[in-house]
């Protein structure tokens, strides 16, 4: 199998961000380009408009702190990365991302401090319409 197309899907917190060197090997083995999909949270029910700009300013601000330390370390070992950044229900912007670009892994980085309910639908949603191969990495490996 070859993959040529690899995203790592990626939240806004720190602790998603434990696949990205486990990512950038692999496309880097594979000679594939890396995108990582940035998805942060849709916010429900704000009381003011000014609070979802605010949010999204913050989590934009948060992605692209994060897309900056993985630009830097993709291009230290030569691998070409794009990032996206998305808004939305986590699962459903990555599965869109899939539709709409040719994907030929889904890289994903699992932090045990997520609760289990949550985590299993994410899994089984992505599992279950995903088009494209899935990779699963263990935060702390």
Do not use: W
Request: aromatic share 6%; net charge positive; hydrophobic share 50%.
């Amino acid at each position: 199998m070859t993959y040529r197309n690899i995203i790592l899907a990626n939240e806004t917190s720190a602790d998603a961000h434990g696949a990205l060197v486990p990512a950038i090997a692999l496309a880097r083995a594979f000679k594939a380009k890396l995108t990582m999909l940035v998805v942060s949270p849709r916010l429900f029910a704000p009381t003011l408009m000014m609070e979802v700009d605010q949010a999204r300013s913050a989590a934009k601000t948060r992605a692209d702190f994060l897309g900056s330390i993985a630009y830097r370390q993709a291009q230290e070992a030569g691998v070409s990365l794009d990032v996206s950044f998305e808004t939305g229900p986590f699962a459903e912007r990555i599965l869109d991302y899939i539709r709409n670009h040719p994907v030929d892994l889904l890289v994903l980085g699992l932090a045990r401090k997520r609760k289990l309910p949550g985590l299993l639908d994410t899994m089984a949603l992505l599992f279950r319409k995903s088009s494209c191969s899935i990779h699963i990495i263990r935060d702390g490996v």
